[in-house]
């Protein structure tokens, strides 16, 4: 399947994926630098394949007033950073000068909203997902990009 990275951009969306089995969270809190954010916005840029994200749709959910939630199982330091990119919150560098969204040329910006990626869906209509299933899941695919730490990982066991 494929997403718009802008497309998601309003949705709501847990980064953290809280799991109450463990009282902790899924995802480690964000570590990616200034140069790894960068390489991600030139990485659209450019066109250049994106690993798929894998997510969990949660609808309609009514801890966010009966609206769809997305959870992130795979994929939280690439749409955080490209979301704090559509904010403005830091720049990429052409030709020697820093542009944040805002700034860049309308081709650049139209190509950066218009970025399909591809992703794994899981669909929690009726039956909520057990955390055992979020953890295996996690473990499968978290093998590249910035490594997690032995202790993190170790520390997701039921």
């Not at 959910?61 to 904010?87: A, C, P, W, Y």
């Not at 969204?101 to 009726?126: A, K, M, S, W």
């Amino acid at each position: 399947m494929g997403i718009f990275f802008y497309a998601t951009y309003n949705y709501k969306i847990d980064f953290d994926v809280y799991l109450p089995s463990l009282q902790k969270n899924l995802q480690r809190p964000l570590v990616w630098n200034l140069d790894q954010k960068r390489e991600l916005i030139w990485s659209v840029l450019y066109q250049r394949n994106i690993p798929d994200l894998s997510i969990i749709n949660r609808y309609p959910d009514e801890s966010v007033g009966g609206n769809e939630m997305i959870e992130v199982i795979d994929g939280k330091q690439r749409l955080h950073t490209f979301f704090s990119f559509l904010d403005n919150e830091f720049t990429i560098e052409i030709d020697g000068v820093e542009y944040y969204f805002n700034d860049l040329p309308r081709e650049y910006q139209t190509e950066i909203e218009n970025y399909g990626v591809c992703y794994t869906e899981v669909l929690e209509h009726t039956k909520k997902i057990p955390d055992s299933f979020k953890i295996a899941w996690f473990k499968q695919i978290n093998f590249a990009g910035t490594p997690q730490d032995r202790e993190h990982m170790n520390s997701l066991t039921i």
